[in-house]
């Protein structure tokens, strides 16, 4: 029998694996218990739309090697509604893939475990990152309950920022050699020339109109006591370029989007 070029007589030689990868930005749960989501949010999460720029980066590069794809769903339960067990099927219906909860806050950490754990369950990797875990590493130590009982389901913890870290974590992942802690907290990473925060309109559009958010810098340079950035930003003011504020502004505005929330905590501080 004869087997074409790009045929194997088990199917197609050129078929890549396929490595799904489900970004998950929390919602918290309101007094009575119930998960709080919108029918539209108010604004999409920049921490979410970074993070989904960086994972695009790592699968436009190739991270996992020319014969794996990475296929990215980013999804901001604030205006969706999310469920776990689909999520599972999703990825057990490629070959391969891991979860990633993002921009985890204290007040969202309740309800990402809730979602670890039934992931957890049906033995998909998931990795959680964002504020509440950096805070407790870098201001007590990593001496957190949440984050112990993260680790002893066998969620990956990141602390510190992702730019320039996701193809360590993508690799780990594909290998089965996920750490319990990826701590980056003490090595904070330029955002000037890295990918841009950056999400589809079809994302967007679950959100009030057309808005959208991005982080011009992080860090800042004060010491007022009660403040958490400056210990998990650090007190250097790093920035992106004004090149890349432009390219955010005019990847956005060619998707019909032309308002902006910069969610820098102190751009006064930015000096470009
Ligand atoms: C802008 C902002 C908001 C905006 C959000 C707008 C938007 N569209 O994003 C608004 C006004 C809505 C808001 C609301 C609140 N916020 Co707010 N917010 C911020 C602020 C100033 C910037 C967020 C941001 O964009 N950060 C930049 C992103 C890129 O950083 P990041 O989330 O840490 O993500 C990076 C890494 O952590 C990592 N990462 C994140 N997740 C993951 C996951 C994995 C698997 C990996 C590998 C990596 C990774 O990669 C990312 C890129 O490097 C932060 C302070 C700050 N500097 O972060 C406070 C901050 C997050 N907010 C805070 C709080 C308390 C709140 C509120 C609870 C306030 C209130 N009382 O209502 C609410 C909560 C809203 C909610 N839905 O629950 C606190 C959280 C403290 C804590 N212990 O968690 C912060 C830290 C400010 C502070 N010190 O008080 N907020
Ligand atoms: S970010 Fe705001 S609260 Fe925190 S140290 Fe700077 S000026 Fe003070």
């Given at each position: 029998?004869?087997?074409?070029?790009?045929?194997?007589?088990?199917?197609?030689?050129?078929?890549?694996?396929?490595?799904?990868?489900?970004?998950?930005?929390?919602?918290?749960?309101c007094?009575?218990?119930?998960?709080?989501?919108?029918?539209?949010?108010?604004?999409?999460?920049?921490?979410?739309?970074?993070?989904?720029?960086?994972?695009?980066?790592?699968?436009?590069?190739?991270?996992?090697?020319?014969?794996?794809?990475?296929?990215?769903?980013?999804?901001?339960?604030?205006?969706?509604?999310?469920?776990?067990?689909?999520?599972?099927?999703?990825?057990?219906?490629?070959?391969?893939?891991?979860?990633?909860?993002?921009?985890?806050?204290?007040?969202?950490?309740?309800?990402?475990?809730?979602?670890?754990?039934?992931?957890?369950?049906?033995?998909?990797?998931?990795?959680?990152g964002?504020?509440?875990?950096?805070?407790?590493?870098?201001?007590?130590?990593?001496?957190?309950?949440?984050?112990?009982?993260?680790q002893?389901?066998?969620?990956?913890?990141?602390?510190?920022?992702?730019?320039?870290?996701?193809?360590?974590?993508?690799?780990?992942?594909?290998?089965?050699?996920?750490?319990?802690?990826?701590?980056?907290?003490?090595?904070?990473?330029?955002?000037?020339?890295?990918?841009?925060?950056?999400?589809?309109?079809?994302?967007?559009k679950?959100?009030?109109?057309?808005?959208?958010?991005?982080?011009?810098?992080?860090?800042?340079?004060?010491?007022?006591?009660?403040?958490?950035?400056?210990?998990?930003?650090?007190?250097?003011?790093?920035?992106?370029?004004?090149?890349?504020?432009?390219?955010?502004?005019?990847?956005?505005?060619?998707?019909?989007?032309?308002?902006f929330?910069?969610?820098?905590?102190?751009?006064?501080?930015?000096?470009?």
């Open positions: 029998m004869y087997v074409g070029r790009h045929m194997s007589l088990s199917g197609p030689i050129n078929a890549k694996r396929r490595f799904c990868l489900v970004l998950v930005k929390p919602t918290h749960y007094d009575d218990g119930y998960p709080i989501r919108w029918l539209r949010s108010t604004i999409p999460s920049n921490s979410l739309a970074c993070v989904y720029s960086i994972a695009d980066d790592c699968a436009k590069r190739g991270v996992l090697g020319d014969d794996v794809e990475i296929e990215i769903h980013a999804f901001d339960e604030s205006n969706t509604r999310i469920r776990p067990q689909r999520i599972a099927a999703l990825i057990k219906a490629a070959d391969d893939g891991m979860v990633f909860l993002i921009g985890v806050q204290s007040n969202q950490t309740p309800r990402a475990l809730d979602i670890a754990r039934l992931l957890r369950e049906q033995d998909i990797k998931v990795g959680i964002g504020f509440h875990m950096s805070g407790v590493i870098s201001m007590i130590g990593g001496d957190d309950a949440a984050l112990r009982e993260a002893a389901m066998g969620v990956s913890v990141f602390a510190g920022e992702a730019e320039g870290r996701l193809d360590e974590v993508l690799c780990d992942a594909y290998a089965n050699q996920l750490k319990p802690l990826y701590n980056y907290m003490d090595d904070l990473p330029g955002i000037d020339n890295v990918p841009f925060p950056l999400l589809k309109r079809e994302r967007l679950r959100t009030l109109g057309s808005t959208t958010s991005f982080d011009a810098g992080r860090g800042c340079p004060y010491q007022c006591s009660f403040c958490t950035i400056i210990n998990v930003q650090g007190r250097r003011s790093r920035r992106r370029t004004t090149d890349d504020i432009e390219q955010i502004v005019r990847a956005n505005a060619a998707q019909g989007v032309f308002r929330f910069i969610t820098d905590d102190n751009f006064a501080r930015n000096k470009d």
